[in-house]
T-cell receptor, first 119, second 111 residues
Framework: GAVVSQHPSRVICKSGTSVKIECRSLDFQATTMFWYRQFPKKSLMLMATSNEGSKATYEQGVEKDKFLINHASLTLSTLTVTSAHPEDSSFYIC???????????????FGPGTRLTVL | DAKTTQPPSMDCAEGRAANLPCNHSTISGNEYVYWYRQIHSQGPQYIIHGLKNNETNEMASLIITEDRKSSTLILPHATLRDTAVYYC????????????FGPGTSLSVIP
């Protein structure tokens, strides 16, 4: 089955630093990747939609200059949290859509998530 | 905003069937009903999806009402490992459509 990986799985950083999270589709090509954030005991909140080779589309209320998304290839999207602060501490999850989407019922595959802690 | 409503929590005895309801009264004709679940501190996992007909796979069954305004996910023999948050989602079946999660139902399977 289709696999999405994220790296790192956990990261602790100091306030003011930037953190990059990678999302890779391992055995399929993903035209579109999505980034979610999840706070404890809350549901996943969509942050942005990332299309390969074009600028990401951010959801309302998500700062595009703080959460930089790059989707340079069909298998890799990165989320960079710039000048991280403690309130950015969260569980970040990516997902990817298979290019074959219409024929594949399991159309959205989720990564295992990255736990970010900002001190 | 999520297009579905689900009860916030449910309990189920181990070995019994777990029936998780979902209302999606504003679903449009070309939208599918998807179910995902999320075990604590993991990424969501696809369970099943359907358009009009009832569907069954190795994990669960999906029962969709004739008017498509509601559905029920059935885990036929719940185990402790089925304890998770279950999300019912309505979405177009294209590569580009985003998935919006509601609060889901927290299912606790009790020994």
């Amino acid at each position: 089955g289709a696999v999405v990986s994220q790296h790192p799985s956990r990261v602790i950083c100091k306030s003011g630093t930037s953190v990059k999270i990678e999302c890779r589709s391992l055995d399929f090509q993903a035209t579109t990747m999505f980034w979610y954030r999840q706070f404890p005991k809350k549901s996943l909140m969509l942050m942005a939609t990332s299309n390969e080779g074009s600028k990401a589309t951010y959801e309302q209320g998500v700062e595009k200059d703080k959460f930089l998304i790059n989707h340079a290839s069909l298998t890799l999207s990165t989320l960079t949290v710039t000048s991280a602060h403690p309130e950015d501490s969260s569980f970040y999850i990516c997902s990817a859509r298979d290019l074959r989407g219409l024929a594949n019922p399991n159309e959205q595959f989720f990564g295992p998530g990255t736990r970010l802690t900002v001190l | 905003d999520a297009k579905t409503t689900q009860p916030p929590s449910m309990d189920c005895a181990e070995g019994r069937a777990a029936n998780l309801p979902c209302n999606h009264s504003t679903i449009s004709g070309n939208e599918y009903v998807y179910w995902y679940r999320q075990i604590h501190s993991q990424g969501p996992q696809y369970i099943i999806h359907g358009l009009k007909n009832n569907e069954t796979n190795e994990m669960a069954s999906l029962i969709i009402t004739e008017d498509r305004k509601s559905s029920t996910l059935i885990l036929p023999h719940a185990t402790l490992r089925d304890t998770a948050v279950y999300y019912c989602i309505v979405s177009w079946r294209t590569s580009y459509d985003k998935v919006i999660f509601g609060p889901g139902t927290s299912l606790s399977v009790i020994p």
